[in-house]
């Protein structure tokens, strides 16, 4: 059993930068890939970027790529998600995820309660 819990969501203008982390306890976190996810009101969930268990494989989203950087320290059981550049269309609510796969699935195994990041233009 994994829980996770982010943190780090918050008003912030067009242009400017938030830092989300996902803390994890439970099982060996180092063992899961993990990912962000994110869901905007009246739009489908979508995949924004994703880091496998060793952090040598990294993924993004097209939307995402070069603004968004995903890292991750197992000694501290946390994922981050630096976002710097944000546009009103990042709104959304932003979720952690973890998957015993070596890469994230679209269903991954875990969830975070989420955390809401909105941009104003």
């Known amino acids: 059993q994994v829980q996770l819990v982010e943190s780090g969501g918050g008003l912030v203008q067009a242009g400017g930068s938030l830092r989300l982390s996902c803390a994890a306890s439970?099982?060996?976190?180092?063992?899961?890939?993990m990912g962000w996810f994110r869901q905007a009101p009246g739009k489908e969930r979508e995949f924004v970027t994703s880091?496998?268990?060793?952090?040598?494989?990294?993924a993004y989203a097209a939307s995402v790529k070069g603004r968004f950087t995903i890292s991750r320290d197992n000694a501290k059981n946390t994922v981050y998600l630096q976002m710097n550049s944000l546009k009103p269309e990042d709104t959304a609510v932003y979720y952690c995820?973890?998957?015993?796969?070596?890469?994230?699935?679209?269903?991954?195994?875990?969830w975070g309660q989420g955390t809401q990041v909105t941009v104003s233009s």
């Open positions: 439970g099982r060996t976190f180092s063992s899961y890939a």
């Open positions: 880091i496998n268990w060793t952090g040598g494989s990294i």
């Open positions: 995820a973890a998957d015993r796969r070596p890469i994230i699935s679209s269903n991954p195994d875990y």
